[in-house]
């Protein structure tokens, strides 16, 4: 798959940042883990596959309610976010050849959004210390918008601004949860592959209307 193939009839991109152009693998199981640590606690089990699919905000009320810790929401994400700031801000690279991708699509005059469900705090350090920032003209988190990434809201939002039908935008996605929902709400969903979801490969692959392995091939099939 080549650049033009992947750009054909597009008139707007929408990026996820974890896992598809950072790689912040493992970030976020950390910060989870000190969490409980810090309350003498173990991490359940299957902590890391209930949130899976979940913003941020979400997460902590499920962690204070499940879990019965003392801190208030607000509290409690405040000790996550400040947990991993430094790492958005100073450790966290993006993916190879993410950059000059997003500089491929900036000359093709397609315009790109960014959709996460990291606070602003978060991402535009990590953004602008990978000199991705300048590339984007429009950033959305879910929580502001009090959404998830099993409901196509903020594709749907970000195309509108963009002046793009679903079916002209591409969604850049790594993960299966939010590949569907693009895929299933007429977007064009591109898989990019993380190792965090080789687990459900098979089925990324079966939705996805395209794959990415690494940017890098795709500018080079270009």
Do not use: Q
């Amino acid at each position: 798959m080549n650049g033009k193939e992947l750009f054909k009839g597009i008139k707007a991109c929408i990026f996820d940042l974890d896992g598809t152009l950072v790689d912040s693998l493992g970030i976020w199981a950390e910060v989870d883990k000190k969490f409980f640590l810090v309350h003498n606690r173990e991490i359940p089990e299957d902590y890391e596959k209930k949130i899976a699919h979940m913003n941020f905000r979400d997460i902590a009320i499920m962690t204070k309610e499940d879990y019965g810790f003392e801190e208030s929401i607000e509290e409690i994400m405040k000790m996550w976010t400040d947990w991993s700031i430094d790492a958005y801000r100073n450790e966290i690279k993006a993916k190879p050849g993410a950059k000059e991708f997003l500089s491929y699509i900036h000359s093709l005059s397609i315009p790109i959004a960014l959709a996460t469900a990291n606070r602003k705090e978060l991402y535009e350090p990590c953004l602008k210390n990978n000199d991705l920032y300048e590339y984007f003209s429009y950033f959305m988190n879910v929580n502001d918008i009090n959404s998830t990434k099993s409901e196509p809201k903020i594709y749907l939002e970000l195309a509108k601004i963009m002046n793009a039908k679903p079916e002209e935008t591409l969604v850049f996605e790594d993960i299966l949860v939010a590949i569907k929902t693009a895929h299933d709400a007429g977007f064009k969903a591109v898989a990019v592959y993380d190792k965090s979801s080789k687990n459900d490969m098979d089925d990324i692959l079966k939705i996805a209307d395209f794959f990415v392995s690494s940017y890098n091939e795709v500018l080079e099939e270009n």
